[in-house]
């Protein structure tokens, strides 16, 4: 089992910046099993989707609407990925979910709410 905990969510005025984390705890087993970790959004009344994600190798996939505004990130040491926000727009309000993919298990956070004021 994996345990997902987002932080750093909240309110911000267009143009401005998050950064949102998200911290992996389990067994080293556990965690040593994971595969990928990354970062999903659901507004109100849409499906969820992705944000960005982030491979063991270190290789990223961005939604094309993140490239160029949001880097996801990670932390070995500490088992937490990062995802910084830069030029939030309101569009961008949602529920931020954080992901963690083994070879046949997924895992979810809590989510983190990150709105955007116009």
């Known amino acids: 089992q994996v345990q997902l905990v987002e932080s750093g969510g909240g309110l911000v005025q267009a143009g401005g910046s998050l950064r949102l984390s998200c911290a992996a705890s389990g067994s080293i087993l556990s965690i040593n099993a994971i595969n990928a970790m990354g970062w999903y959004r659901q507004a109100p009344g849409k499906p969820r989707e992705l944000v960005a994600v982030?491979?063991?190798?270190?290789?990223?996939n961005y939604a094309d609407y993140a490239k160029g505004r949001f880097t996801i990130s990670r932390d070995n040491a500490k088992n937490t990925v990062y995802l910084r926000m830069n030029s939030l727009k309101p569009e961008d309000t949602a529920v931020y979910y954080c992901?963690?993919?083994?070879?046949?298990?997924?895992?979810w956070g809590q989510g983190t709410q990150v709105t955007v004021s116009s």
């Open positions: 982030i491979i063991r190798g270190g290789s990223t």
């Open positions: 992901n963690s993919r083994t070879m046949s298990l997924t895992y």
